[in-house]
């Protein structure tokens, strides 16, 4: 295994136990103490754990706000859809990532994947992928919204006008059967709508907990999306609308055709 394979196994265990040994990192990964201890340094430096005696925890939260908060919610739903979105992507895929907890998880799988082309609106998933993977990453500029770490407004859509990519891979407020693709931040869906339209195949990540649920900002349509990635079948009359728009949800336990 790849160091940055086995650095990004590393996270997804820690984000499913809270704390982690190295002794029990030895075990599940089957490599020696000396190559952990150097793993959990190389992501410690880069912020993304808190090495403790013995082993690692998540880092405190201290001023990060809302979306820190989130990327602690859900993990193993999150952790699902980012391994199941993976298998959508190939080596030489071009793809839009816009910023969110579920995304930047998707970020630290995509790093297994190499000569990709990103381009995203998210300082952490631009580190994420730039810092431990092969791939060519652009940064989209625009106004910098400090809590969540991302660009956003007139430059940063105008600036995504400019590529047209494979894939838009994109997490959202909500999914409803009415409604369709909805968010709570008018600027973030602004900037998925840019998204949508320069690519050809909509991937959206969403955990069951946004399902059926509507908020204030229209971002697409169901029939726009291509791929809804979750981690559990979706219910009625969710179920129902994404069948009549075919949309197949992909996920753990989905339906067989």
């Known amino acids: 295994m790849k160091p940055i394979e086995r650095q990004a196994q590393i996270i997804r265990i820690l984000r499913n136990e809270g704390k982690i040994s190295v002794e029990s990192l030895v075990a599940k990964l089957l490599t020696s103490p ?9 992501l410690s430096s880069s912020g993304k754990l808190q090495k403790v005696h013995g082993g690692a925890v998540l880092p405190q939260i201290i001023g990060e706000g ?3 908060q989130r990327m ?3 993990v193993g739903a999150k952790r699902i859809i980012a391994e199941k979105a993976c298998e959508l992507i190939s080596s030489g895929d071009t793809l839009f990532i816009d910023t969110g907890s579920t995304t930047l998880t998707f970020a630290e799988s995509l790093v297994a994947i190499e000569d990709l082309t990103v381009i995203t609106n998210s300082s952490d ?4 992928i730039g810092e431990q993977n092969s791939a060519e990453v652009f940064l989209i500029g625009g106004l910098y919204n400090k809590e969540n770490r991302e660009t956003i407004g007139a430059i940063a859509v105008n600036q995504i006008r400019q590529f047209h990519l494979n894939h838009a891979v994109l997490t959202v407020g909500s999914v409803d059967a009415k409604a369709g693709i909805t968010d709570y931040n008018i600027d973030e869906a602004q ?6 339209e320069q690519s050809d195949n909509l991937i959206v990540l969403a955990d069951s907990s946004k399902h059926n649920k509507i908020a204030p900002f229209k971002v697409t349509t169901l029939d726009e999306v291509d791929h809804l990635i979750c981690e559990s079948i979706p219910e009625n009359p969710l179920l129902m609308a994404l069948s009549n728009a075919r949309v197949q949800p992909f996920c753990e336990n989905a339906i067989k055709a």
């Open 125 to 128: 998933i631009a580190k994420t």
């Open 66 to 68: 809302p979306f820190q």
């Open 34 to 42: 000396e190559t952990i201890r150097r793993d959990l340094t190389v």
């Open 72 to 74: 602690g919610e859900n």
């Open 191 to 196: 900037l998925a709508k840019a998204m949508i």
